[in-house]
């Protein structure tokens, strides 16, 4: 396997995202250069107070270390303890606008090893959408991109994928989704270094596809004070998810990575509220009856 190919690749992903959101934004991101004392460092792209943009990070890091953190040997115990190197770019972006729904992207590339063995490798990642207000035609591009990412790796990628995001994202002590999905995976090396290479570059390169024409779409909606005070209620389940769930926040906490970006992913204004419920009929409540639901969007 080519480590450092991954590596170019990631920072290369990392510079066009961030071009791409600068042109819809007008304004420039931070860049962010960081060395962490273990091993390893990165470069974190961050953005608040755009026009667009509340908070965005787009975030590379490549780190190495002598023992696998709990997170990431979660799924393989055998791995436990070994050493590690690790690249990956982790997204998160927040629009001011109500009526523009929040995106997560993340791609991961680990290799565990041990004196005498040949190192153990994998990928992962995945892209997920969260509106605060749905549209139906959001959520059917944002899929649709997602499965033509996947089509030239096999059609049964897509719904695997699928639902594996939908199981991924959801808060169990809430019981109901963090938002409308998109795709998930990780431990993924069936098809090989190569192939398995070439999906995640797939993915990647899709990103701007899937959510710049949703943004763009929705950035001039007007809105009101409603609209801003329903958004910083439904971003406390996404600050819920990263701090409870989320095997990324966890990764990067467990290994000593950088706080700041570990933490750029949350949302700058939040609320929460006992017990809240929204008015029946209003469109508040049909985020909930028709969105949060695991739906196949492109039935």
């Not at 594996?164 to 098809?191: A, S």
């Not at 910083?232 to 998810?241: D, H, K, L, P, S």
């Not at 950088?258 to 204004?269: C, F, Q």
């Amino acid at each position: 396997m080519d480590f450092n190919s991954v590596k170019e690749y990631l920072l290369n992903l990392q510079e066009r995202i961030v071009d791409g959101l600068q042109h819809v934004d007008s304004r420039n991101f931070l860049h962010d250069s960081w060395q962490r004392p273990e091993g390893g460092g990165g470069v974190s792209c961050v953005m608040e107070e755009g026009n667009v943009l509340e908070r965005g990070g787009v975030n590379f890091s490549h780190v190495t270390g002598d023992r696998l953190p709990p997170s990431a040997s979660a799924n393989r115990a055998e791995l436990a303890g070994r050493g590690f190197e690790a690249a990956g770019i982790s997204l998160v972006l927040h629009p001011r606008n109500p009526y523009a729904p929040t995106v997560h992207m993340n791609l991961r590339c680990f290799m565990a090893h041990q004196v005498g063995e040949a190192p153990t490798w994998w990928f992962g990642g995945g892209m997920d959408l969260t509106p605060y207000y749905g549209f139906e035609e959001d959520a059917q591009h944002f899929h649709r991109t997602c499965r033509d990412a996947l089509a030239p790796f096999g059609a049964e990628l897509h719904p695997r994928f699928k639902t594996w995001c939908d199981e991924y994202f959801y808060l169990k002590h809430r019981k109901e989704p963090r938002g409308v999905g998109g795709i998930f995976f990780d431990d993924f090396n069936e098809p090989g270094f190569e192939q398995s290479f070439a999906m995640i570059k797939s993915v990647g390169d899709h990103f701007l596809k899937a959510y710049l024409p949703i943004l763009q779409r929705r950035i001039h909606t007007p809105y009101t004070e409603r609209e801003r005070d329903f958004q910083a209620y439904r971003r406390g389940r996404y600050v819920e998810f990263n701090l409870v769930y989320d095997r990324g926040t966890l990764f990067g906490l467990q290994s000593g990575g950088r706080t700041e970006s570990i933490l750029m992913s949350l949302p700058p204004v939040v609320k929460w509220r006992y017990d809240w419920r929204p008015q029946a009929g209003s469109p508040e409540a049909r985020l909930y009856s028709d969105f949060l639901t695991g739906r196949d969007w492109l039935a």
